[in-house]
Nanobody
């Protein structure tokens, strides 16, 4: 199983970015998909997650600005980020909890850099 993320980049404060992540490989079922981020010198924190039923959960810092969605047919999760702030600068990691090869496992993408300038 691989998670391939795309869509990071540099934007000015107030701008928008879309992050997308596709899971590929031998996947039987997906329990949840999400995005986490890690700023330099800080721990990796949850940004937004969505479960198989479409229920979402956001970090307080993301509420009202970010929207997570998924496409089950494509095993893809997307994070729409609006009204970006410099403090949103971080490496963003895609996460998936899925059933593959007889076991539930957690997978991580390699990360994509998001830089927001003031």
């Amino acid at each position: 199983v691989q998670l391939q993320a795309s869509g990071g980049g540099s934007v000015q404060a107030g701008g928008s970015l879309n992050l997308s992540c596709t899971a590929s490989g031998s996947i039987s079922s997906i329990s949840g998909l999400g995005w986490y981020r890690q700023a330099p010198g800080k721990q990796r924190d949850m940004v937004a997650i969505i479960n198989s039923g479409g229920v979402t959960n956001y970090a307080d810092s993301a509420k009202g600005r970010f929207t997570i969605s998924k496409d089950d047919a494509k095993n893809t999760v997307t994070l729409r980020m609006d009204s970006l702030k410099p403090e949103d600068t971080a490496v963003y990691y895609c996460n998936a909890v899925l059933y593959s090869m007889g076991a539930w496992k957690t997978y991580w993408g390699l990360g994509t850099q998001v830089t927001v300038s003031s």
